[in-house]
């Protein structure tokens, strides 16, 4: 106990990488509470407690266990067995963030005393997702300008065909960087409630007489417009229809 004592304590004293992603797997022959001990005799206290010390210290979390309790059996004593949680996955905040759908699943113990534990990273790879030109940036004025903005650069190919396609390209590159409304007026498109129990919409986008817009285009485009902004909870104001109207 004293030997498993000072490893806690080297350990903590030589972490210099906190802030960085850690993850620390296997047998800990230690538990974080009573609870993870069935037995006729209890942890000593101090041993728990020098456990979670050297957990708290690191700024460590304990990933969930699946598919059983207990991770170590011992050989039937009295016609008991002793069980325990001693093999374990700890990882800091910075690792939870990069791998968030991450699971540990226990295995039933064979031919040994202790479960295997399987670690998923479950990945999931982001797709880059294609540019598309909506259909209602042509009702925006300032959009015909920005186009044209991108198809007047210059192009320094010989090939006529290149010409078009890298004039394409900037008229692309333009039309990501253009906000279709200004951050103070995204703001408050953001904070309009939406009813969820009404279907219909009351709230119109004025831009076409047949009111094939609504609300809700408004909503994707500010949202679309404004990731930067940090998400907040929407307003339960109903005083914001003269704000639809105006734009």
Not at 153 to 175: D, F, P
């Amino acid at each position: 106990m004293g030997m498993r004592r000072e490893q806690w304590k080297e350990i903590t004293a030589t972490n210099y990488n906190k802030v960085e992603p850690q993850l620390f797997i296997g047998d800990f022959n230690d538990v974080l509470t009573q609870e993870e001990k069935m037995s006729l005799h209890p942890k000593p206290h101090s041993q728990v407690r020098e456990f979670r010390s050297f957990v708290d210290s690191n700024f460590l979390m304990d990933l969930d266990l699946k598919g059983g309790r207990f991770t170590w059996f011992s050989n039937p004593r009295n016609r008991f067995v002793t069980r325990e949680r001693i093999d374990r996955t700890l990882v800091n905040w910075e690792w939870r963030l990069l791998f968030e759908n991450a699971s540990l699943t226990t295995m039933p113990a064979i031919s040994s005393d202790h479960s295997s534990l399987i670690l998923d990273l479950k990945l999931v790879y982001k797709i880059r997702k294609s540019f598309k030109f909506e259909a209602f940036w042509a009702d925006n004025e300032e959009c015909e300008k920005i186009v044209k903005k991108g198809w007047e650069k210059e192009v320094s190919q010989s090939y006529e065909w290149t010409r078009i396609t890298r004039r394409m390209n900037n008229c692309k590159e333009e039309l990501k960087k253009w906000r279709m409304f200004p951050h103070e007026i995204s703001t408050a498109i953001l904070k309009t409630p939406i009813s969820v129990v009404n279907k219909i919409d009351w709230l119109y986008w004025p831009w076409r007489e047949d009111v094939s817009y609504t609300v809700r285009t408004g909503y994707h485009v500010a949202k679309t417009a404004s990731q930067e902004l940090n998400q907040e909870n929407s307003s339960t104001s109903e005083d914001k229809r003269d704000l639809w109207r105006e734009i």
